[in-house]
């Protein structure tokens, strides 16, 4: 069955470190892969999303994530980190023509000001 | 992308009792999605519910116990029957939005406590 791993349960940083969120998945077709956050009491947004072409890609609030293919990988990055990006961080995989997503166990950032 | 409300935005109930969860969303869609996220843990798929026909259901899930609606394009319901303190939990509504095609916009979620 397909799955998706996010690497840490739980990551603490000062401001204006550099964030490196990992994500890897099993499926070996091809497949759409996403970042959603979660801010405090607020529901999930989509943060960004691969489906071909260039595989780095940018998304909101200076997110930006790059496709490994070889490496079945789907890393979220941000160089410097605000306290604001305090959060739940969800990796997400759909195989292409597939109807459903399926999600990562999560990952906790919090910041420290 | 669709904005979606849920109603309620959080209930307490009794076991043995039956709540159902309201999902409208501001434009016509055609695959809505029922989600649980159980406290601290990821999201799990629960069903897909396509306007007009029966909803999709997940291993693990039964009509029976998460009957769902789907009477339009814009609307879906999801009844969580018989609860127990296991059924505590957020439940998401999310829709696949068809000017962004592949890509699923989520509701706030319903935050259900059994007691």
């Known amino acids: 069955a397909q799955s998706v791993s996010q690497h840490n349960h739980h990551v603490i940083l000062s401001e204006a470190a550099s964030l490196e969120l990992g994500c890897n998945y099993s499926?070996?077709?091809?497949?759409?892969l996403f970042w959603y956050v979660q801010y405090p009491g607020q529901h999930l947004q989509l943060l960004l999303k691969?489906?071909?072409?260039?595989?780095l890609v940018k998304g909101i609030k200076g997110f930006e994530a790059e496709f490994i293919k070889s490496k079945f990988s789907f890393n979220l990055r941000k160089p410097s980190v605000q306290w604001s990006d305090t959060a739940e961080y969800f990796c997400?995989?759909?195989?292409?023509?597939?109807?459903?997503?399926?999600f990562g166990p999560g990952t906790r950032l919090s910041v420290l000001p | 992308s669709a904005v979606i409300s849920q109603k309620p935005s959080r209930d307490i109930c009794q076991r043995g009792t039956s709540l159902t969860i309201q999902c409208q969303v501001d434009?016509?869609?055609?695959?809505m999605f029922w989600y649980r996220q159980q406290p601290g843990q990821s999201l799990t798929l629960i069903a897909t519910?396509?306007?007009?026909?029966?909803?999709?259901?997940e291993s693990g899930f039964v009509i029976d116990k998460f009957p769902i609606s789907r009477p339009n394009l814009t609307f879906s319901t999801l009844t969580v029957s018989n609860m127990s303190p296991e059924d505590s939990s957020i439940y998401l509504c999310?829709?696949?939005?068809?000017?962004?095609?592949?890509?699923?916009?989520f509701g706030p979620g319903t935050r259900l406590l059994v007691l």
């Open positions: 434009s016509q869609v055609t695959m």
């Open positions: 691969y489906f071909s072409g260039d595989p």
């Open positions: 519910a396509n306007q007009g026909s029966e909803a999709t259901y």
């Open positions: 499926y070996g077709g091809t497949v759409n």
């Open positions: 997400a995989v759909k195989l292409f023509a597939g109807q459903n997503f399926v």
């Open positions: 999310s829709v696949e939005d068809v000017g962004v095609r592949e890509t699923q916009y």
